[in-house]
């Protein structure tokens, strides 16, 4: 290796023409802080002639981006391209496998070949390093997995989709319905024209994913990762739980219990009711925040952008710098070796509080159903209002509930309960209280 720490970037995209404009401007700064100057020597994306903003003259261009892994000139390859399988992966195995340091902000692939990554990285003794990955500019990696080493994790959760939460903060100061924010979202360049991973909850759970592993010290298990979205939210729910003194976020949260059996992985990305003085609520727009609780250091909050040119950039080059510096702790804090096996916890213990919103036929009896429901499945209904009643028109009505503290699988069975009443117009939607 040079002194020069010397780079090969893939993709030159959003993140990618980041990365060279930070370098490019902070450039002195950075060589003082990493010991080292750090320089792009070759670079590739899919269309050479495209105007990025950006001066490639000085860069070597490859045409075939997995090239990188056989360049003598390149130190570490930096993966912006995105996708979890295709070109992106490949280019991981060649690099990793040929002794590459690899960069990347692709949670997409760390979720689902993280493990398999590490292990390469391992066994050819370079580093894997994927900051930008989870929550873009927050360095919530580097603090859990190195600020908060000492501890034992006990929870993580967090606001982990910017697009999600630009919609629902919007919804609730606007009082405007999802759709509509939604395509607003989509005009300012704050959601994707095909915006499904993230609205559906997707994204959020690739990286919950990763940073359960990295807290727990178990296996990455995406799949096992209980996801819904918030495409069913309405304004009327955002109203319903303003009355009561909540907001709506879409979270991740994650936690592990071990007994005699192994250890229980839980790990859901869903929308929450947070109270409205919670740190959580006061995180607006496009903002992501994680919530670390170790058992000796008590809960951490890191805040910040969680995408954006400049965030994701700043993610990846203070990975850069960790490697310039040659810092060489595993890409989840442990050898893979010693991850721990886990197997999903079964949510139906879990105590929590239920919103419980559906919309209804406006007609007798229909109340009497659904409290006696309830009442089968033993779940306490704490309060209960119905909304909007038009008999005039005969649409459905809203009908919103909340529920005392109770096992999940208790409003699990009173759903199961009222399944195919011709009373409801819809399925019901459930919101847990953030506790
Ligand atoms: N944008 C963010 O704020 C953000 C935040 C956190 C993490 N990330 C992650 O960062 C990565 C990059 O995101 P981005 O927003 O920068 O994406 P982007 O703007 O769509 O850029 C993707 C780049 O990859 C190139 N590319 C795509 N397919 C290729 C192929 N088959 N061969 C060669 N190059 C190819 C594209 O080339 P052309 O330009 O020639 O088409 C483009 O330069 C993704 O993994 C994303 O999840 C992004």
Same mark, same amino acid.
């Given at each position: ?31 003082? !802080? ?9 670079? /590739? ?6 105007? &990025? ?39 991981? @195995? ?60 006990? !929870? ?28 607003? =979202? ?29 807290? %727990? ?10 996801? /819904? ?11 319903? =739980? ?23 992985? %839980? ?34 909050? %890191? ?71 309830? @009442? ?39 759903? =199961? ?14 919101? &847990?209280?953030?506790?």
């Amino acid at each position: 290796m040079t002194d020069t720490l010397r780079i090969a970037l893939a993709g030159l995209g959003t993140v990618g023409a980041g990365v060279i404009r930070l370098l490019n401007e902070n450039g002195a700064l950075i060589a003082g !802080r990493a010991g080292r100057p750090i320089e792009v020597v070759a670079v /590739s994306a899919r269309d050479r002639a495209k105007d &990025r903003g950006v001066d490639l003259s000085g860069y070597a261009w490859e045409d075939d981006m997995t090239a990188f892994a056989a360049r003598d000139d390149v130190d570490v390859v930096v993966e912006l391209v995105g996708g979890s399988d295709g070109p992106a992966l490949a280019l991981a @195995r060649k690099a990793l496998g040929g002794g590459k340091g690899f960069v990347t902000a692709n949670k997409a692939m760390v979720a689902h070949h993280g493990l398999e990554l590490a292990s390469l990285a391992e066994s050819s003794g370079t580093p894997l390093r994927y900051e930008a990955a989870v929550a873009g500019g927050i360095p919530a990696i580097k603090g859990l997995g190195e600020g908060a080493a000492a501890n034992r994790v006990e !929870r993580i959760y967090g606001i982990l989709n910017g697009t999600c939460n630009y919609v629902l903060s919007e919804m609730e100061s606007t009082g405007r319905d999802f759709g509509d924010v939604l395509a607003e =979202a989509q005009s300012l360049g704050y959601a994707e024209a095909d915006p499904t991973f993230d609205i559906e909850g997707v994204d959020a759970a690739h990286k919950l994913s990763i940073l359960a592993a990295l807290a %727990f010290g178990t296996k990455l298990d995406f799949d096992a990762v209980d996801v /819904s979205g918030i495409s069913r939210i309405r304004a009327a729910d955002i109203a319903q =739980a303003r009355a009561l003194g909540y907001v709506i976020r879409l979270l991740g949260l994650a936690d592990c219990a071990a007994d005699e059996s192994g250890r229980h992985l %839980f790990q859901r990305v869903a929308p929450y009711l947070v109270p409205a003085d919670h740190p959580l609520a006061g995180v607006t727009g496009p903002t992501n925040a994680v919530v670390g609780e170790g058992n000796f250091v008590g809960r951490l909050l %890191f805040e910040g952008a969680g995408a954006g040119d400049g965030p994701t950039a700043s993610a990846v080059v203070a990975d850069l710098i960790d490697i310039a510096r040659g810092n060489s702790q595993p890409p989840f804090s442990l050898p893979v070796s010693a991850l721990e096996e886990s197997a999903p916890a079964d949510p139906g213990g879990r105590l929590s509080r239920a919103y419980i919103r559906m919309m209804v036929a406006d007609r007798p009896g229909v109340l009497a159903e659904i409290t006696a429901a309830m @009442r089968d499945a033993g779940v306490s209904i704490e309060s209960l209002i119905q909304q909007g009643q038009r008999e005039e028109d005969g649409k459905p009505v809203l009908v919103a509930m909340v529920t005392h503290d109770g096992p999940e699988a208790g409003v699990t069975k009173a759903l =199961a309960l009222l399944e195919g009443s011709s009373n409801l117009a819809e399925e019901p939607l459930v919101m &847990r209280l953030l506790g």
